[in-house]
């Protein structure tokens, strides 16, 4: 089945640093999404992607669709404790109509 | 404030127990979804229902059994449950089913954190 490699796994980074986290897959998607989970609750959508190619931003955030629509990264800029969670990336699939998710990276800051 | 909210947030039950848990949302959704996340391991899709019909159900065991009543309410029933369903049970909402129609990303609760003793 589809599966997703998301990494690093966890990174421990000093504040202000910039950093950057990335899923490939041996599979196509048509959508690529980035969500983040702070302890204790549910994951919130941080950047949609719908296009190979497409870069967007949001905030401190950016993050791009692969232009062979196989994988994707997502880059934050100058972190802040408040950053600290797990990042997951997740591709859909208008063929499979399914949504698979990868392993999440655990970001931790120092102030 | 997500728009999905569930009940309750953590739930401690044996394995011969009964529980069920809620999740209702407020965003007109058409489509809602139940995942199990357990530590280390990708968001799990456990079921799938689109305008109240179950279109989706990923060999998840019987001693779990989803009802949607509506659009807008979902509930996942639990008996004999065991041990290894210890997790984090998250609830989402999309406005088409996922994967079917694009621009339709998922909206998750905060989930209900359930173990088994």
């Known amino acids: 089945g589809q599966q997703l490699n998301q990494s690093p796994q966890s990174m421990f980074i000093q504040e202000g640093e910039d950093v950057s986290m990335n899923c490939t897959s041996s599979?196509?998607?048509?959508?690529w999404l980035w969500y983040k989970q702070d302890p204790g609750e549910g994951p919130v959508l941080l950047i949609a992607l719908y296009k190979a190619g497409e870069l967007t931003s949001n905030g401190r955030l950016t993050a791009q669709f692969g232009i062979t629509r196989k994988d994707s990264f997502l880059n934050i800029s100058a972190s802040i404790p408040s950053d600290v969670g797990i990042y997951f990336c997740?591709?859909?699939?208008?063929?499979?109509?399914?949504?698979?998710f990868g392993q999440g990276t655990t970001l931790q800051v120092k102030p | 404030e997500t728009g999905v909210t569930q009940t309750p947030r953590h739930l401690v039950m044996g394995m011969t127990n009964k529980k069920s848990l809620k999740c209702e949302q407020h965003l007109g959704h058409n489509a809602m979804y139940w995942y199990k996340q357990s530590a280390k391991k990708p968001l799990e899709l456990m079921f799938v229902?689109?305008?109240?019909?179950?279109?989706e159900n990923n060999s998840v065991p019987s001693r779990f059994s989803p009802e949607c009543p509506n659009s807008s309410h979902l509930f996942l029933h639990l008996h004999t449950l065991q041990p290894e369903d210890s997790a984090l049970y998250l609830c989402?909402?999309?406005?088409?089913?996922?994967?079917?129609?694009?621009?339709?990303?998922?909206?998750f609760g905060n989930g209900t954190r359930l173990t088994v003793t």
């Open positions: 997740a591709g859909g699939s208008s063929n499979t109509g399914k949504l698979i």
């Open positions: 989402a909402s999309s406005q088409e089913r996922q994967g079917v129609i694009n621009n339709s990303p998922l909206h």
């Open positions: 599979s196509i998607f048509n959508t």
């Open positions: 229902y689109s305008l109240e019909e179950r279109v």
